[in-house]
T-cell receptor, first 115, second 114 residues
Framework: GQQLNQSPQSMFIQEGEDVSMNCTSSSIFNTWLWYKQDPGEGPVLLIALYKAGELTSNGRLTAQFGITRKDSFLNISASIPSDVGIYFC???????????????FGQGTILTVHP | KAGVTQTPRYLIKTRGQQVTLSCSPISGHRSVSWYQQTPGQGLQFLFEYFSETQRNKGNFPGRFSGRQFSNSRSEMNVSTLELGDSALYLCASNPQGGKNYGYTFGSGTRLTVV
């Protein structure tokens, strides 16, 4: 099935540093989503992207939907300790048929922020 | 408005037993998807329900089943539990299950099979 390759797998950064992570796919996705998950909780939606080339910000977070529709990146600026967690990218194929309700997830990026 | 509610939060079951998990979506959302999350396999899609009909299904054995009620609440059932079924089970709510809407997840049910 489809796979999303997310990198890096983990990051250890100092508070105040910027962070960048990305996802690539061999398939074309029509929606890209970025989630953050804290231990024992469900993923929380950070940014949703619905159009190729789209660049969207949510506070210190910025994400882009790649022009080829096969990749996306997430940047976090001026990291703070509460940014700690696991970040996931997720893609959805064109709505309909085998794509209904189905998100394909990356493996996650574990972010550690040192004060 | 209330988020996605999953009950129970934690469950411990014995091999061979069956289990039923519940998910109440955001009010007005008609699509409910279920996912299994394990350290080894990550987040894997189980199935999706819309208007009481299963529209999509992932690659899981028939021991995993679900249903949706007229109020959009959904349940998933796992029969003949195996040790490998231990996981965090998540449901996600969406207005229609298509694009142009983000999926909102519940906090999950942590199932431990012993």
């Amino acid at each position: 099935g489809q796979q999303l390759n997310q990198s890096p797998q983990s990051m250890f950064i100092q508070e105040g540093e910027d962070v960048s992570m990305n996802c690539t796919s061999s398939s074309i996705f029509n929606t890209w989503l970025w989630y953050k998950q804290d231990p024992g909780e469900g993923p929380v939606l950070l940014i949703a992207l619905y159009k190729a080339g789209e660049l969207t910000s949510n506070g210190r977070l910025t994400a882009q939907f790649g022009i080829t529709r096969k990749d996306s990146f997430l940047n976090i600026s001026a990291s703070i300790p509460s940014d700690v967690g696991i970040y996931f990218c997720a893609g959805q194929l064109e709505a309909g048929g085998t794509s209904y309700g189905k998100l394909t997830f990356g493996q996650g990026t574990i972010l550690t922020v040192h004060p | 408005k209330a988020g996605v509610t999953q009950t129970p939060r934690y469950l411990i079951k014995t091999r061979g037993q069956q289990v039923t998990l519940s998910c109440s979506p955001i009010s007005g959302h008609r699509s409910v998807s279920w996912y299994q999350q394990t350290p080894g396999q990550g987040l894997q899609f189980l199935f999706e329900y819309f208007s009481e009909t299963q529209r999509n299904k992932g690659n899981f054995p028939g021991r995993f089943s679900g249903r949706q009620f007229s109020n959009s609440r959904s349940e998933m059932n796992v029969s003949t539990l195996e040790l490998g079924d231990s996981a965090l089970y998540l449901c996600a709510s969406n207005p229609q299950g298509g694009k142009n809407y983000g999926y909102t997840f519940g906090s999950g049910t942590r199932l431990t099979v012993v």
